[in-house]
């Protein structure tokens, strides 16, 4: 079974930064792309940055120039740099992988509180 390991959420003042991680195991094939997704209360999940193994990158445009994506292919690791973190920032983030056959597996979700 492929377990996706989420960690780095918590409570951050307005302007503050966090650094989230994923580990993912499990699976006989390559993980091709990985990323994160977020969803606020009385929300729809919407993507905010993913990146495909050879080095693309895929951002949402409120996360531009504040969040980084990036990945240790070795470890099959995905982080994700929040900077300059606001209020609205606040949601479950979940970690997304998708290996190089096209299964598609999510974290459970790690929560990310942004405080005025």
């Known amino acids: 079974q492929v377990q996706l390991v989420e960690s780095g959420g918590g409570l951050v003042q307005a302007g503050g930064s966090l650094r989230l991680s994923c580990a993912a195991s499990?699976?006989?094939?390559?993980?091709?792309?990985m990323g994160w997704y977020r969803q606020a209360p009385g929300k729809q999940r919407e993507l905010v940055a993913t990146?495909?193994?050879?080095?693309?990158?895929n951002y949402a445009d409120f996360v531009k120039g504040r969040f980084t994506i990036s990945r240790d292919n070795a470890k099959n690791t995905v982080y994700l740099q929040m900077n300059s973190l606001k209020p609205d920032d606040t949601a479950v983030y979940y970690c997304y992988a998708r290996t190089n056959y096209g299964s598609e597996y999510w974290g459970q979700g790690t929560q990310v509180t942004v405080s005025s």
């Open positions: 499990g699976s006989p094939f390559s993980f091709t792309r």
């Open positions: 990146q495909h193994s050879p080095g693309s990158t």
